[in-house]
């Protein structure tokens, strides 16, 4: 009675002084208050708002959620559809890139196993899947919107089609779908853009002034900045035959900006690019191998639209002749770093050190082995981690809350659960291996240690000594290795494979050496039990034997 008085009065003294720690941090300015919040990480904030009521509604504002999105330093997603390998199905899968560009080990709950990624805005992913609906996640939270696609089982439809943006004076988040013209001899073009204003009932068709390329938009990306989306068109009259196509959001106006004047050789196999540098749309160009599209064999330019209005554009960077890499679009630009990724599945960087400097290869960094999957299929977003609600479209369409574990547990995933229990399987196998070879010659040692009763002081002392060294030739054997709790990604399964196969090649010299081990100890115990019955016969030959050795 009196231990639980004692532990009730503990309780009480706790809770006392979290009330007073809460009432001291309650008491600050708000604005102070805003300002120690902005500077702490989403997840920190998520765990906050389960402290009480006054902190729920604070973090949950959604102009907290804007100041603290203002702050938020943005990452490089990069993103890899479903895809098979020698016959190994792989789910569509993420890596994020921190700031200090150090990868990510898990798996992203809101992408599916066979979903597509449109477009990255605000923390929030459009992700295009196989049914009829389209989802807006939010990468941080977990919270998913799904949203009808304008049209069911529409002929012909790609998730490249898609775009998604955010137009900071209306506040408003926008799906845009290029909707492909289905006549005959189109020649792969769209004449109207579907968008649909989160928060809104329908699709809103809006005309483009002609037709447009669909292949480019498919081949060279969209960007979206400050409400404006960006891609490229052919034109046959223009620099490079292309021109660059913007499109208000807000205003549903189309404008055509020329591409620089520059001197460009082989027009028939060069490739363009459209990203986002600096806040600035940015075109990449380079030649490219004739059978394989998307493989640069020449130098790749940057350049960035400094002047909408004049249409000036300034050359940023090139890098020179770049071993047959692939560009992961749309925003291989990430900071002051230019991604690329080889044929051999390795992703790489390169510095870009101001405008019109040339960098070469020597300043190239490796940053991923992202086998198995393939190098052009993979693509590269920009991305934050932000607090922004879908719940508050939730009269568009459906809202549901962050994905548990046992959420991952659908027919969807059954395969790659499959291959996770499988390499579980075998790593249970090898600890047992692992503990089961040691322990033989440690269980022999202790038996010899108990026959070493019967004899006298000196002798035990000799034996044990080699005991002792007959031990030492045991290898160490590792300690268990830490298991996942959360689905890692491809990347990080790969690499716990070939850890496992290190650990199996290490497990052959553990029971070699362990036999070895187990031969010297019999051979010592037999000596041990002939020296016992030797001394039982009153013939302490062999137990001086013994001590000789």
Known sequence: MAGKTHTMLSDKSKSKTQWEVECIINRLPGDLIEQIFCRLPVSTLLRCISVCKQWYNFIRDPHFAAAHLQQA???????????????????SDAIIFDEAWSQSKWAVPVIGPDDFLCGSCNGLLCLYTKTSTIKIANLATGECLHLNKPAKNLRGDHFSFYSFGFHP???????????????????????????????????????????????CIKDSGVVNIDGVMYWLTEDTEANWNHAVISFDLSAETFAKIKLPAAELRSPDNRRFWVTELYGKVCIATAEVYLHIPGMLSGDLQIWTLDNKEEQRWTQRGSIQHPPSLYIPGPHFVQRDKIMMQGPDCNLYSYELFGKNCKTGLSNMVHLLDFGPHKPENMQSFLCVKSLVRLDAYKNAGVVRGPKRCEDWDSKKWEVWEQTIRRVEDQWSTIYQQERDAAAIPYTLAVTAQELLQHLSQVIQQNITMQIDQILQHVPYCPVQHPRFLRRPNCVELKRDVLKLKARADGLVDIIK?????????????????????????GTPGSAADIHAE
């Not at 187990?518 to 002939?530: A, I, K």
Request: include cysteine.
């Open 169 to 215: 004076v209306m506040k408003q988040y926008m799906v845009a779908h290029f909707l492909a013209d289905r006549r005959k001899h189109s020649r792969g073009t769209f004449n109207v853009i579907q968008v649909y204003t989160l928060g809104s009932e329908n699709w809103k068709g809006v005309r483009t002034p002609e037709s447009l390329s669909l292949s």
């Open 73 to 91: 330093s943005s990452c490089a997603l990069l993103f890899f559809p479903q895809e098979s390998d020698q016959g190994d199905l792989y789910p």
């Open 513 to 537: 050496a362990s036999h070895q081990a187990v031969e010297g100890m019999s051979r010592l115990m037999g000596s041990l039990r002939t020296a016992i019955l030797d001394i039982g016969q």
